[in-house]
């Protein structure tokens, strides 16, 4: 399992989770779930495209994220979102479908898109997930105060110059290429489940946004590396085990949540019999 | 001319007649059922209801059952699971969604790898996802229309009220309208829907019925009545023009193979709500946008 063939899915993976627990955290926070799941999906159809031209995946994923950012943030000037967002997202995975029936070996090729293919992974793989990984959590750390603010309290970040409509595309633009990059190795499908489900377990442990940011990347680590080890043994696909350990984060997060809850309202009721 | 528009034989095939009837009431039952969701902004559940018939599509085809009937038991299951831990609070709403359609998408990935597994056809996957019209078997044909005269009859009878929960649910409950249970119904009626035009363009793209011709519609008519019926016929000249295109496509390059019928569907549908979008002095969004950032999903 720690063989040096696996070497590349492992440190694949970890970058992966520290992307999707860095931005999950900012998806789950803003309600931007619906764009976390568009953007990497359509990417898929750039993908598919660039295979057919016969360059490098990475060129047409990154084309595509970037398009997909800004289709959602620009159509959202005038309509609703959420319209938006499926709209941006049913075209661009129209385009995919085109491509995809295109192309001569497509059923696997959309399949390993689709749901990833994260064993024998080669360095030219890993190398631009890396990078854009670490540029991608730079910026999110750099603009960490405003973008916080802009998400918990959008007028108040307005009033003190914070212009929501260029944070949301900035934010946009960071999640898409961040987790766009991972599509080839995760799969299009399956980078949502490890952005939100963490993300959502993390944000019902705690309300300090630090806090809870290191424990959306601590519990995305966790997930990815069981679901390595998991796939390994099992032969199964990773994205299956990535879906339900993140689902049970999520259910755990809550059930924790709630325990706490009825503990603080027993100790605040058994408070105020006592001063009364 | 018209030779050139109309392939020779594409009125005389019997695939393309069960394709042309069963597309269009498909295509009128998502156009109105998605009228309402997007007044009510659940975009985003109907997409993840879409997603999550693509778990009950692997599965039925991993067990050898039509695919439809594993579109439709997997939407209803998931609207009931998601109506269950998701209806009381605005907030978080959203994110169970994800958390529901994130282990959906896992189980897929498991049915279809196991699926090709156990046969060798590859092309499966890309049935399940992208959809083919032109492979609905006669057989189904009687249940997706009853199933399409369910999802639309349940909408039409709730549509007074529904409207009313959806604007404003407060006045609705104050009226003594049971707000949950006709949120419930709802969604069970998108769930069928989502199923529905699963078949003809895939489970992924089944959204681009819901919301297209409905996010159209309403930029142009005045009234959720006149909304809904310009929505119709959307959606069904966008699914009769796809089909024509994709039966016309099997001589357009590069493989003389057929070009995908969601793409053309996808396109039309989304030209058209495009040209609403940027037509001069039209409307600005149809509904007053409730905070964005609080619940994409609400079931307001």
Same mark, same amino acid.
């Given at each position: ?25 900012? #998806? ?16 898929? *159809?750039? *993908? ?17 994220? +970037?398009?997909?950012? =800004? ?12 319209? *938006? ?21 497509? *059923?696997?090729?959309?399949?390993? /898109? ?19 990984? #670490? ?17 918990? @309290? ?14 949301? /595309? ?6 898409? @290429? ?15 489940? @490890? ?19 290191? =424990?959306?990347? +601590? ?31 999520? =259910? ?25 | ?90 907030? %978080? ?12 998408? %896992? ?45 639309? %009859? ?116 989304? %030209? ?29």
């Amino acid at each position: 399992m720690f063989s040096s063939f696996m070497l590349n899915t492992w440190i694949a993976g970890t970058a992966v989770a520290v992307i999707a627990g860095v931005t999950g955290f900012f #998806a789950v926070l803003r309600g931007a779930t619906f764009a976390a799941h568009a953007i990497p999906n359509g990417a898929f *159809a750039g *993908a598919a495209g660039a295979t057919l031209l016969g360059l490098n995946p990475f060129v047409g994923l990154a084309v595509f994220s +970037v398009a997909g950012a =800004l289709g959602i943030a620009g159509l959202s000037r005038r309509a609703r979102s959420d319209v *938006a967002t499926a709209l941006t997202f049913v075209m661009m995975l129209g385009v995919g479908a085109l491509f995809v029936s295109w192309s001569t070996q497509y *059923a696997q090729e959309a399949y390993s /898109l689709l749901f990833g293919e994260v064993f024998g992974v080669s360095a030219d793989q890993v190398r631009p997930i890396v990078v854009l990984g #670490a540029v991608s959590v730079a910026a999110i750390v750099v603009m960490f105060r405003p973008l916080l603010l802009s998400s918990a @309290l959008p007028e108040v970040a307005e009033a003190r110059g914070v212009p929501p409509r260029r944070m949301e /595309l900035a934010f946009l633009l960071v999640m898409a @290429l961040a987790t766009s990059m991972t599509v080839p190795v995760v799969g299009a499908l399956l980078m949502f489940s @490890l952005m939100i489900g963490p993300a959502a377990a993390a944000r019902s442990l705690t309300a300090r946004p630090g806090l809870a940011m290191t =424990l959306s990347v +601590v519990i995305a680590l966790v997930t990815v590396w069981i679901a390595i080890a998991a796939a390994y043994q099992s032969n199964w696909p990773l994205g299956f085990f990535v879906g339900v350990i993140g689902a049970a984060f999520f =259910l755990a997060g809550k059930a924790w949540s709630a325990l706490t809850d009825q503990a603080r309202s027993k100790r605040g009721a058994n408070r105020k019999i006592l001063s009364s | 001319m018209f030779r050139y528009i109309v392939e020779p034989g594409f009125f005389g095939s019997g695939p393309v007649h069960i394709a042309l009837a069963v597309g269009a009431v498909i295509a009128v039952t998502s156009a109105v059922v998605g009228v309402f969701t997007v007044t009510r902004g659940q975009s985003f559940a109907g997409h993840s209801l879409a997603d999550i018939a693509t778990t009950g599509g692997s599965g039925a085809f991993l067990v050898g059952l039509n695919q439809f009937w594993g579109y439709l038991a997997f939407g209803a299951g998931a609207a009931a699971f998601m109506e269950m831990i998701g209806i009381q609070r605005r907030r %978080g709403r959203d994110v169970a969604t994800g958390v529901v359609l994130g282990a959906a998408l %896992g189980l897929a990935a498991l049915f279809l790898y196991l699926g090709t597994q156990y046969s060798s056809t590859t092309g499966a996957s890309f049935t399940i996802l992208f959809g083919s019209i032109f492979v609905i078997t006669s057989s189904t044909v009687p249940a997706l229309i009853v199933s399409a005269l369910l999802a639309l %009859g349940t909408v039409l009878v709730l549509a007074r009220v529904l409207l009313l929960t959806s604007l404003s649910p407060d006045l609705a409950a104050a009226r003594g309208v049971p707000v949950r249970a006709v949120g419930a119904a709802f969604l069970m009626a998108l769930a069928i829907s989502v199923a529905l035009s699963a078949v003809i363009i895939g489970a992924v793209l089944s959204t681009a019925l819901l919301i297209g011709p409905a996010a159209t519609a309403l930029r142009v008519a005045k009234g959720p009545v006149r909304a809904a019926a310009v929505a119709a016929g959307i959606g069904v000249a966008a699914t009769w023009l796809g089909t024509l295109l994709a039966y016309d496509s099997y001589y357009w390059p590069p493989h003389g193979r057929g070009w995908p019928v969601s793409f053309f569907v996808v396109t039309l549908v989304t %030209g058209g709500y495009l040209i609403s979008y940027l037509r001069p002095g039209g409307k600005p969004a149809e509904t007053p946008a409730e905070p964005e950032h609080a619940c994409s999903v609400a079931l307001c």
